[in-house]
């Protein structure tokens, strides 16, 4: 029996080496994000505090990209524009974190399914939020769940689904035609069990490189961030998992691999902001059969827009046959096939709402571009409080030990500046040279040498937004502001809580709320 799988596997191998990838049958796709990790936080691109084996080796057997970006980094609106194709800004209330997902934006597992393909997801698909269609039926934009099994993790901050079994469980049922399945790890979102990079993973604080400018370096930011890197080898750990299974069934070879992260970090001025660690994101792919010179540094501008452009072609499907709303987003087809694309010197960002914590439970709007080595971004209410109001807790920020240290160095009087950094208010204009200054300490906005930059990329992001139909830009941004949050426990935040009301907020700790406003 071993010797016929592996004659057909052989005989399958020689058949695809002889066609190009439009010539291939479609692909199964796997796509796996980790929940909250940034770029370069995976060991194939340098990183010696975080190991990760199995995303390494879809980037040695396939492609590592030097600058892919989420348009949006916060769960819900990036995942949005991931399976829609859409830039949040053109996704109504789905551009914000929370939302009830309009039914008239269809995503390409729900195309895939009605065309051919098996699909499923384990984890964490898309959220949160809320998504029924057009007669109030509940949809699974990711597809339908698989979440049967589960295990004891290596802490109790880590969730007990075991992903590589549900899998596992998917692939015993897809066994008519290709599949598409969404691998959503729940790590390494917060909350952490502190001290368990250290005493699980046996990793030490001086193994950290460096720590951010924007936090002090002290050993409890190390910890901080040496859990967040056990979280993030456990979501590559059931990766492996995969791609042994996919091996052991002889499906490896037509199998399209995406490795990545939903947004940043979720660390003060990370998750939830606008700066190069916030949107930049890992991302290996991986394809034996249809990927050209595998193993190759791809320094082309990607966005999460180009996902579901990629998907629906390789299905063999045409944009206009999906019923999907138009995308901006360019199929990263011609990557695989190692045509240099030229016109892929760019990605745009952005945010509207993510958290409540600001009265009448308004966002803090951004809109930015990253080209070359410059960041340009316009704050377009910098009145707000960038990360929440401090009286309710700097909700924009996840709780966790980095943010108490700054919060605490404030307080004592040791050091505001770590605060201002992270939590104080900007300004309306912003640009960094990230080439040079990657955590976006030195902003170049009033330096005269820059002003031809600064002036190019401000007028080419404005005429693209009013391009793509953006509300901010078009005279209409308060739309954002009025869409309604759609977790009844939280919503009106603001104005409940300074009435007097008893609230809880689960992803922040009690401490971080101010016992008034600040200046």
């Not at 980037?59 to 916060?74: D, I, Q, S, V």
């Amino acid at each position: 029996m071993k010797s016929t799988h592996y004659l057909k596997l052989l005989l399958f191998c020689v058949l695809i080496s002889c066609q190009t990838p439009e010539q291939l049958p479609p692909p199964n796709i796997l796509f796996c994000i980790a929940d909250d990790a940034s770029f370069p936080h995976m060991s194939a691109y340098g990183t010696q505090w975080v190991n990760t084996p199995a995303f390494d080796r879809v980037a040695r057997e396939g492609l590592l990209f030097m600058n892919c970006y989420t348009p949006n980094a916060k769960c819900a609106p990036s995942r949005s524009s991931l399976l829609t194709g859409r830039n949040s800004w053109q996704l109504e209330e789905a551009g914000n974190h929370w939302p009830f997902f309009p039914a008239k934006f269809r995503t390409y597992a729900e195309v895939l399914a009605e065309n051919g393909y098996y699909t499923g997801y384990t984890g964490k698909g898309w959220g949160p939020g809320f998504a029924n269609d057009a007669a109030g039926n509940p949809r699974n934009l990711a597809g339908p769940v698989f979440q049967k099994h589960t295990l004891t993790p290596p802490t109790d901050k880590i969730s007990p689904k075991d992903y590589s079994a549900n899998f596992v469980d998917f692939l015993d049922q897809a066994t008519d035609g290709p599949w598409c399945f969404w691998y959503g790890a729940h790590e390494p979102h917060r909350a952490y069990q502190y001290g368990t990079g250290a005493t699980v993973a046996n990793k030490n604080i001086s193994d950290i490189d460096e720590v951010p400018q924007f936090w002090p370096d002290m050993d409890t930011v190390r910890h901080d961030m040496l859990d967040y890197a056990l979280e993030l080898e456990y979501f590559d750990s059931h990766l492996g998992k995969m791609l042994q299974e996919l091996e052991s069934r002889g499906m490896l070879e037509n199998t399209i691999i995406v490795v990545t992260a939903d947004n940043g970090m979720p660390f003060p001025r990370i998750k939830s902001q606008t700066y190069e660690m916030s949107n930049h994101l890992p991302l290996a792919i991986m394809w034996p059969a249809g990927i050209q010179n595998p193993g190759r540094r791809v320094q082309d501008f990607v966005s999460f827009i180009d996902f579901a452009p990629t998907f629906i072609e390789l299905a063999g499907l045409s944009w206009g046959q999906t019923g999907m709303a138009s995308t901006p987003g360019k199929s990263l087809t011609d990557i695989f096939q190692s045509v240099e694309q030229r016109d892929r010197d760019y990605v745009l960002i952005g945010k509207e709402r993510h958290d409540v914590g600001r009265p009448d439970d308004v966002g803090y709007p951004v809109r930015g571009m990253v080209k070359g080595q410059y960041l340009y971004v316009r704050n377009f209410q910098p009145d707000r409080w960038p990360a929440g109001n401090p009286e309710t807790g700097y909700l924009a920020t996840d709780g966790g030990a980095t943010k108490s240290a700054i919060l605490d160095l404030r307080r004592s009087g040791e050091n505001e500046q770590f605060w201002q950094w992270n939590f104080g208010k900007r300004p309306e204009e912003e640009l960094y040279q990230i080439s040079e200054d990657p955590y976006c300490m030195n902003n170049l906005i009033a330096d005269p040498e820059t002003a031809t930059i600064q002036q190019e990329m401000r007028t080419q992001l404005m005429a693209l937004l009013k391009e793509q139909g953006d509300p901010r830009v078009l005279g209409n941004g308060a739309v954002f502001d009025q869409y309604v949050y759609s977790d009844e426990n939280s919503r009106d935040f603001y104005n409940r809580y300074m009435a007097g009301e008893e609230l809880r907020a689960g992803w922040v700790e009690p401490s971080d709320f101010e016992p008034g406003p600040v200046d």
